[in-house]
């Protein structure tokens, strides 16, 4: 039933075996919020939007909580509100749902299916007993029928005599007959196939002993027989009994068996409309989710193209970052360059980590080290120092070498050459004791003093200018907290 398809997605306090539900706190289905996900839309109450609850179907298609009018079919065309668009109360599959659970109108506080009901009187209703006058003891409904000599209580259910065990007080009796119509109309369709199943055997058995009060002739010479069921209730069963002799029972039976495959095909017509709406309804659901999902791909699409757009930028935005790092680092050289240069001719090399980049030059790692570049003057020669702290040439391993380096400058083009000035080279004693002193003046015929053509020319200068012994010996501080200082004088004059 829909109540199944609806409980599929969410379960109501109705649902917990022995309890009551509570039908006014969601009178009009459930929050969709009492969901985990959000629910298909086939779940929902096509006029509230709600969660469906004690779902009703109509006659179009269409999935309603209570109300019977079809608010769909009013929204979509007015036109087609017919009688065909409302619920009739005999189509109601909940209050028939043989699969239905439904209170046991004893108070005994079980929920059972329908079909099951009977079952559950006659044998696990803990309520439904009677106490026999003549053994005095309360039985079941069975014992109490088994009992030798049961006593006839006056007060019992009108259809005790098709099966229904029921008794009570006159109040109970009323309230069980109004809430066990399910029950009492399934003890009367078994009562009604018994009779059926009986009465072509006993008609011919009576031949034609039936009362004419009980009976009616038609225009074919059959008679209708009606059948008198307890409490009041008149069942015409459409049974043709022949009234003259060498009528055949089997004519009959065969009548009757038209009328109820007419009846049968009649309401699978019914049902093959029915069904037919509910398959209009979910092909224009079909329709819907296509034309969602067609919507879908195009903004998907839309999407790709707007995220392929914004890659290209972001690695165009990349390349501009990558260019605004290079400029931002050769600013940041030129910013130390700018902080360390001298322009006076004087120069202060500080040289860190002195033990690591010694292991260095030993290793080959890195055979030397270059200092900032600094001037002779503002527009002067552009010159630098390079050490080797392990030596080099006729110091290699013995000595520090200490060298001097003329550099293409910007204002070469105006200034003498080749280079003349007197350098004197320093290692200071961080003591201010003993420092190590060498001086040279350059050979103006060496290529180290030239006007260079290319950034630097060749070094010269001291390649023995202080022992490695001296150096690392813990008597001199050239060397503290792994830190020493070089300056290099150019006479200007």
Same mark, same amino acid.
């Given at each position: 039933?829909?109540?199944?398809?609806?409980?599929?997605?969410?379960?109501?306090?109705?649902? %917990?075996?022995?309890?009551?539900? #509570?039908? &006014?706190?969601?009178?009009?289905?459930?929050?969709?919020?009492? /969901?985990?996900?959000?629910?298909?839309?086939?779940?929902?109450?096509?006029?509230?939007?709600?969660?469906?609850? =004690?779902?009703?179907?109509?006659?179009?298609?269409?999935?309603?909580?209570?109300?019977? %009018?079809?608010?769909?079919?009013?929204?979509?065309?007015?036109?087609?509100?017919?009688?065909?668009?409302?619920? !009739?109360?005999?189509?109601?599959?909940?209050?028939?749902?043989?699969?239905?659970?439904?209170?046991?109108?004893?108070?005994?506080?079980?929920?059972?299916?329908?079909?099951?009901?009977?079952?559950?009187? *006659?044998?696990?209703?803990?309520? &439904?007993?009677?106490?026999?006058?003549?053994?005095?003891?309360?039985?079941?409904?069975?014992?109490?029928?088994?009992?030798?000599?049961?006593?006839?209580?006056?007060?019992?259910?009108?259809?005790?005599?098709?099966? /229904?065990?029921?008794?009570?007080?006159?109040?109970?009796?009323?309230?069980?007959?109004?809430?066990?119509?399910?029950?009492?109309?399934?003890?009367?369709?078994?009562?009604?196939?018994?009779?059926?199943?009986?009465?072509?055997?006993?008609? =011919? !058995?009576?031949?034609?002993?039936?009362?004419?009060?009980?009976?009616?002739?038609?225009?074919?010479?059959?008679?209708?027989?009606?059948?008198?069921?307890?409490?009041?209730?008149?069942?015409?069963?459409?049974?043709?009994?022949?009234?003259?002799?060498?009528?055949?029972?089997?004519?009959?039976?065969?009548?009757?068996?038209?009328? @109820?495959? *007419?009846?049968?095909?009649?309401?699978?017509?019914?049902?093959?409309? @029915?069904?037919? &709406?509910?398959?209009?309804?979910?092909?224009?659901?079909?329709?819907?989710? &296509?034309?969602?999902?067609?919507?879908?791909?195009?903004?998907?699409?839309?999407?790709?193209?707007?995220? +392929?757009?914004?890659?290209?930028?972001?690695?165009?935005?990349?390349?501009?970052?990558?260019?605004?790092?290079?400029?931002?680092?050769?600013?940041?050289?030129?910013?130390?360059?700018?902080?360390?240069?001298?322009?006076?001719?004087?120069?202060?090399?500080?040289?860190?980590?002195?033990?690591? =980049?010694?292991?260095?030059?030993?290793?080959? +790692?890195?055979?030397?080290?270059?200092?900032?570049?600094?001037?002779?003057?503002?527009?002067?020669?552009?010159?630098?120092? +390079?050490?080797?702290?392990?030596?080099?040439?006729?110091?290699?391993?013995?000595?520090?070498?200490?060298?001097?380096?003329?550099?293409?400058?910007?204002?070469?083009?105006?200034?003498?050459?080749?280079?003349?000035?007197?350098?004197?080279?320093?290692?200071? #004693?961080?003591?201010?004791?003993?420092?190590?002193?060498?001086?040279?003046?350059? #050979?103006?015929?060496?290529?180290?003093?030239?006007?260079?053509?290319?950034?630097?020319?060749?070094?010269?200068?001291?390649?023995?200018?202080?022992?490695?012994?001296?150096?690392?010996?813990?008597?001199?501080?050239?060397?503290?907290?792994?830190?020493?200082?070089?300056?290099?004088?150019?006479?200007?004059?």
């Amino acid at each position: 039933s829909l109540l199944q398809m609806a409980e599929k997605t969410t379960r109501g306090p109705q649902d %917990i075996p022995g309890s009551s539900p #509570d039908e &006014n706190e969601f009178p009009f289905g459930y929050p969709t919020n009492i /969901c985990e996900d959000v629910p298909d839309q086939k779940y929902l109450c096509s006029n509230c939007n709600n969660v469906l609850k =004690k779902a009703l179907q109509t006659l179009c298609g269409h999935r309603n909580n209570k109300n019977a %009018i079809c608010q769909k079919c009013k929204e979509e065309d007015s036109s087609t509100l017919s009688e065909g668009s409302l619920l !009739a109360e005999e189509r109601e599959h909940q209050s028939l749902c043989e699969y239905a659970l439904i209170p046991c109108h004893t108070g005994c506080g079980h929920m059972v299916m329908r079909k099951k009901l009977a079952d559950h009187l *006659e044998n696990g209703c803990v309520n &439904n007993v009677t106490m026999c006058q003549k053994c005095k003891r309360s039985l079941s409904s069975s014992e109490y029928q088994n009992c030798s000599t049961p006593l006839i209580n006056k007060d019992r259910c009108c259809f005790s005599e098709v099966g /229904c065990s029921f008794r009570g007080s006159k109040e109970k009796i009323k309230d069980h007959e109004k809430t066990a119509v399910g029950a009492h109309m399934l003890l009367l369709l078994q009562h009604i196939k018994q009779l059926e199943a009986s009465l072509c055997p006993a008609a =011919k !058995a009576a031949n034609g002993s039936i009362p004419q009060s009980e009976l009616k002739v038609n225009g074919a010479g059959k008679c209708i027989s009606y059948l008198q069921i307890p409490g009041g209730l008149e069942v015409n069963g459409d049974l043709e009994v022949d009234c003259f002799p060498g009528s055949s029972v089997s004519e009959d039976k065969s009548v009757l068996q038209q009328l @109820v495959r *007419e009846k049968v095909i009649s309401e699978l017509e019914n049902k093959l409309h @029915v069904f037919e &709406n509910i398959v209009a309804v979910l092909n224009k659901e079909v329709e819907t989710s &296509n034309l969602e999902i067609t919507a879908f791909r195009r903004q998907s699409e839309l999407d790709q193209n707007i995220i +392929r757009g914004l890659e290209l930028k972001i690695a165009e935005l990349h390349r501009s970052l990558m260019q605004k790092d290079a400029g931002l680092s050769s600013l940041h050289k030129s910013l130390l360059f700018s902080e360390q240069a001298s322009y006076d001719g004087v120069f202060l090399w500080k040289i860190t980590d002195v033990g690591r =980049k010694l292991q260095d030059s030993v290793t080959g +790692r890195t055979v030397s080290l270059y200092s900032p570049a600094f001037y002779t003057a503002k527009y002067g020669y552009k010159v630098c120092l +390079r050490v080797y702290l392990n030596g080099d040439g006729t110091g290699k391993g013995t000595h520090v070498s200490l060298f001097f380096v003329v550099m293409r400058g910007d204002y070469d083009a105006l200034l003498p050459w080749p280079f003349r000035h007197k350098v004197t080279f320093m290692l200071l #004693d961080q003591n201010n004791r003993e420092h190590i002193i060498d001086a040279f003046r350059p #050979d103006l015929t060496s290529a180290s003093f030239q006007r260079p053509v290319n950034d630097m020319n060749v070094a010269s200068g001291c390649p023995m200018f202080l022992p490695l012994s001296k150096l690392q010996s813990p008597k001199y501080a050239y060397v503290k907290e792994d830190t020493l200082f070089l300056k290099c004088i150019i006479e200007t004059n």
